[in-house]
Nanobody, 123 residues
């Protein structure tokens, strides 16, 4: 599968952005999808994940209540709605597909990655 993330940009603190990740091919609907991010000078970290049917989601504590992950299996797309953005949210955001049968927040359990989209939040 190929993943293409988009929607990043430069915003002010308190603003909102919606990231999209389009997957090519048919191998999308049966997999857990996730978003990760990597801030300058820091390691990549988990942000959110969603199960194949969208019934279960999980979030990092730092984004809980502000970010919402969703998916549209008919469009092979997963989204990350980011509200009340903070300067600490500045990072390159990556979408990823988990390995089949896996539903964890561990980066190592995600086998396919998109190229990343940059989100910059100014204060």
């Amino acid at each position: 599968v190929q993943l293409q993330a988009s929607g990043g940009g430069l915003v002010q603190a308190g603003d909102s952005l919606r990231l999209s990740c389009a997957a090519s091919g048919r191998t999308f609907s049966g997999y857990v999808m996730g978003w990760f991010r990597q801030a300058p000078g820091k390691e990549r970290e988990f942000v959110a994940l969603i199960t194949w049917n969208g019934f279960t989601t999980s979030y990092a504590d730092s984004v809980k209540g502000r970010f919402t992950i969703s998916r549209d299996n008919a469009k092979n797309t997963v989204y990350l709605q980011m509200n009340s953005l903070k300067p600490d949210d500045t990072a390159v955001y990556y979408c990823a597909r988990a390995r089949r049968g896996v539903a964890t927040t561990r980066e190592a359990d995600f086998g396919s990655w998109g190229q990343g989209t940059l989100v910059t939040v100014s204060s």
